[in-house]
């Protein structure tokens, strides 16, 4: 009897829930992040940041996301590499650009929030330059992927890299406990965040969330297209190649 | 609304995170229709798939894997 992940590896299977799920990722997306922007711009002024405190609504969401989405990519490269699992590879392939994109605007948001806040744009502190080697790992892994012709060995070999690239994430939790950093120290949502901060940031984080799970459901129906176009335009070559030696025999004995 | 002196900072955050989530989003759905056009394609030049062809024959599929 197969087991709940084996029917769900199932690319036919997954296509027909997916097509379900979108929709409603999308929707929830729409609304929360929608709603988050209205309670963000009505959050009263912070004490020392003024105004700037805003940032924090936009870029925590993207550098959790950043770290998030580099864990699912290495849970599911050790699902390719241990159960060969069809729909972990397309899951830690599409999530790599994603992954990508929300790091590169945390550095973003990050760099435009230090200028009024520490007055430079960046400093090499164990923070930042963590979070900046998270992006080029994640580089790295589309540029691995794209590099290699070979499908079997590109996903292999990605999956190994996604997983030795796994210890920078504990680096970027605790480089503000392990080093002295420009950056602030770890925030206790429950008891150093202002209660009127906690309400936009849950929000916006649950919204950016859902349109994550939006976009990633659709790169992987993408991703399942891509292959069976490539596994039918092999499958017509090879017929078209059969076909081709029969007729030039045929027209040999003719 | 009176954002402070540092309003422009906190607008070219947001306009960042929407420029970039709009682009991404719009390469996804360009990608997907594309995709589509060229499977439709295939289908029509009578090409099927491996798991196609054997629902087709009657037989059921021992392991689709696609």
Redesign the interface.
Known sequence: MATLTQRLA???RFMALSRRLLPLALGAAVLLIGWGLALS?AAP?DYQQ???V??LF??VP?AWLAMGIYTMIAISSLGLLVFRH?LADVSAKTAA??GA?FT??AL??GA??G??MWGTYWVWDARLTSVLILFFLYLGLIALRSSLDDEVLAARLTAVLALVGVLILPVIKFSVDWWYTLHQPSTRFTSTLDPSFRKPLWVMAAGFLA?FVA?HL??M??E??????R???L??TAQANEAAPADASGTAEA | ?D?????A??W???A??AV??VL??LW??V??QR??R??AA?ER?G?????AKIEVAGTPEPN???
């Open positions: 199932n690319p036919t711009f002024p003024g105004h700037t805003k940032i936009i870029h993207c069809p650009p994603l994109a590169f605007l973003v948001t435009l929030w200028k009024p349109l976009m659709k790169a129906r993408n399942v297209l891509r292959r069976r176009i596994s039918m335009t499958a017509a | 609304m954002l402070g002196p540092h309003a900072i906190i070219l955050c947001y960042a995170i970039v989530m991404v989003g996804l759905v990608d997907g995709l589509s060229e499977l295939l030049r090409v099927r798939r491996r798991s689709t894997r696609d």
